[in-house]
């Protein structure tokens, strides 16, 4: 044992000696061109590519290297095993990971196979810099097969980005805007007003039939998911959606669980307070993509009805100047408050040239009446899906007994959930009826808030159904009342006829006489 320490010291001694020779005799500059051949040698027949991207850019930051860093601790490093970081930036709603200083992860790509190393080394001091630079110098190493550049570049790089941005969008609170009263701009010059938007409404809350709601989430998915197919075919990347119906059948929580469900900002746009088409147009150039653009009740919020069925509008009157040549103010500003937007601006704003100032955004209406609505509004390209947010059905009611009374199915409870099945349809209830009768008796338990509520159902299916009665008894009283006066009004017209017969025949004996 003490031969090998022995021997093991004398090595070492002779490798000391030899580096102080070669460090007296070779000089530094000889040593590192001597360094950069040889690696210049060892990657010529390396099957491998590498590339850096660092941190710091000049003197800003590099975006490419916060995109990987990201997409590195979202998608590939928890499934590699490698060592994170954990974090949480401000205004999120999530955690994030982050990849540990030299620690390499493995990733794939179009069936390619590639590895992430992080590299953090101390930076020397350069001298004096107007901006503080960090204490480290960070790097992300990226290594490829040389077959494979081709392939993954510059693809690779573009799926980091574009998967970076959706995390860290989806990372974050979302937003819900209202246009500023008339037109205001806020500190930041934007006339939109947000607050966080916290509504908990998703499709599996939602009280809607099953089929419906996968039909409405495909067709979302198609949208998110049609970058190429809208480049494709040329159309402006937005669609639309009508939900109109009732009032109280859920069309607001649809659009909370359409938000939710992409993970988009909502902007809810009020026209009472646009006072001009061009108004409007600044409105949507400062909306952002993956973002939903919201008009509620439609119909009440400004004359935008059939125009078909109604007269031709009486024009304005004009503030007249008086004889001294100056206009009434009174007059004139009677004038200005009457303006607003019209059906044409409001057509241009869904399907305009203007409305493809942007990418990737949804135009929600709602309305009551739907009838009421003009036909160029409703058309394929400005509402291109219309869904009809009916009354509750009894798939819906079950979505609700889940939701407020975590009901599972019981046995106790069959007979109850017939009688529910039964009247549910003939009721005609709204879910946010049904939602205030099962809050009110939630804490009362399952069977006896469900048996308060088939009562109030049936209560109000007989209401329905006798209040039908009665319209039908009165509709056969007006038609009985018509079949017993139409002889009388048959018979007039005879006697006219006989008189006129009379009168003919007293003037023809008056010509013999004559």
């Known amino acids: 044992m003490r031969e090998y320490w022995t021997a093991l010291a004398s090595l070492m001694g002779a490798v000391a000696f030899m580096q102080g020779f070669l460090h007296a005799v070779f000089p530094p500059e000889l040593r590192a061109a001597v360094a950069r051949l040889l690696g210049r040698m060892t ?26 860093q990201l997409y590195l601790s979202s998608t590939a490093a928890p499934s590699s095993g490698a060592r994170l970081s954990l974090t949480r930036p401000h205004n999120a709603s999530s955690f994030t990971f982050g990849l540990a200083a030299s620690d390499r992860v493995v990733d794939a790509f179009l069936g390619a196979a590639v590895t992430w190393e992080h590299v953090v080394a101390p930076r020397q001091s350069g001298g004096f810099s107007w901006r503080p630079l960090p204490e480290e110098k960070r790097r992300f190493t990226l290594r490829i097969r040389r077959g494979d550049r081709e392939k993954l570049l510059p693809a690779y790089l573009d799926h980091i ?17 209202t246009n500023a009263r008339g037109g205001a701009m806020d500190g930041r010059g934007l006339p939109w007003d947000p607050v966080p938007f916290k509504h908990p409404s998703t ?22 998911d049609g970058s ?16 109109y119906g009732p009032p109280g059948t859920g069309k607001s929580s649809m659009i909370a669980a359409m938000a939710n469900f992409l993970g ?7 026209l009472t307070e646009v006072s001009s088409n061009a108004e409007l147009r600044k409105l949507l150039m400062k909306t952002t993509s993956k973002s939903i653009i919201v008009i509620e009740d439609i119909d009440c919020s400004v004359d935008l009805t059939n125009r078909a069925a109604l007269p031709a509008p009486a024009p304005k009157p004009r503030p007249r100047p008086s004889i001294d040549g100056s206009v009434d103010q009174d007059a004139a500003g009677a004038a200005a408050g009457r303006s607003s937007i019209t059906l044409s601006g409001l057509l241009n704003f869904t399907d305009g040239l203007w409305s493809c100032c942007g990418s990737e955004r949804i135009f929600v209406f709602t309305t009551n009446h739907i009838e009421k609505l003009d036909p160029a509004l409703l058309r394929s390209g400005r509402m291109d899906m ?6 509750c059905s009894f798939p819906a009611l079950k979505i609700l007994l889940k939701n407020y009374l975590c009901f599972q199915g019981d046995a106790d409870c069959a007979e109850v959930m017939r009688g529910l099945e039964e009247w549910i349809d003939a009721a005609e209830i709204t879910p946010a009826d049904v ?6 008796n939630r804490r009362n338990g399952e069977k006896q808030a469900m048996e308060e509520l088939l009562d109030v159902i049936k209560a109000r299916a007989e209401k329905r159904v006798g209040t039908a009665a009665g319209r039908k008894d009165g509709e056969v009283e007006e038609e009985e009342k018509r079949a017993v006066g139409s002889p009388k009004e048959g018979k007039e017209p005879a006697a006219g006829n006989d008189s006129c017969e009379v009168g003919q025949d007293e003037e023809t004996d008056g010509k013999k006489q004559l």
């Not at 390396?46 to 990987?68: K, L, Q, R, W």
Request: with cysteine; net charge negative; glycine share 4%.
């Open 264 to 270: 988009y900002d909502v902007y809810d746009l009020e």
């Open 43 to 68: 990657r010529s027949f390396s099957p491998y590519c590498y590339f850096d991207v660092t941190e710091m850019d000049g003197m800003s930051n590099n975006e490419i290297y916060d995109a990987v």
């Open 203 to 224: 499709f599996d809350t939602l009280a809607m039939d099953p089929d419906r709601k996968e039909s409405i989430k495909a067709d979302l998915r198609d949208f998110a």
């Open 228 to 243: 190429a197919f809208y480049e494709r075919t040329g159309r402006a990347w937005k669609r639309g959606y009508l939900l």
């Open 386 to 391: 219309h869904v009809f947010m009916s009354y």
């Open 435 to 440: 939602s205030e009768v099962l809050i009110k």
């Open 161 to 177: 980005l574009a998967t970076a941005q959706e995390i860290r969008r989806r990372s974050q609170d979302r937003l819900l805007y």
